[in-house]
């Protein structure tokens, strides 16, 4: 993806679809190859506690493999947050399940923001707070 413009961020801070906004973070501060490209991101679950905060995201995303395939996809995640930091864990060992996946081609932030909009994100998100209690009870492995 190209440098990212001024007029571009000022877009994309002031897009919200379906409850979604995007996460600036990616955009900014991309982690690996394939995730400089904006996600939206909904917060489905949050649970505090005196020493962690647990929360679980909902993103809509466009990625890029290393080999160049590319996808959409509807995922759920979990991420751990230390009270004293603002730094959230993830990955492997927390709950993390794809509802779904398509190939994706170019990327297109107009065919991104109309996934917000194409399933029936209600559904998704009972179906995702029901397969993390069973995630939690040990009955499924996400």
Known sequence: MAKLSVKKLKEYKETKENGFIIDLYKVLHPFSFGDEYPQFTKTVYTNETEDKSIK???????????????EYRIKASEFVFDKDSDWGMGGTGKFAKTYHKEDGGRFSFKYLKEMCNKFDMADIEKQILKDYEDYKNNKVVA
């Open 56 to 70: 679980i995201y909902l993103t809509v995303s466009f990625f890029k493999y290393y080999d160049k395939r590319t």
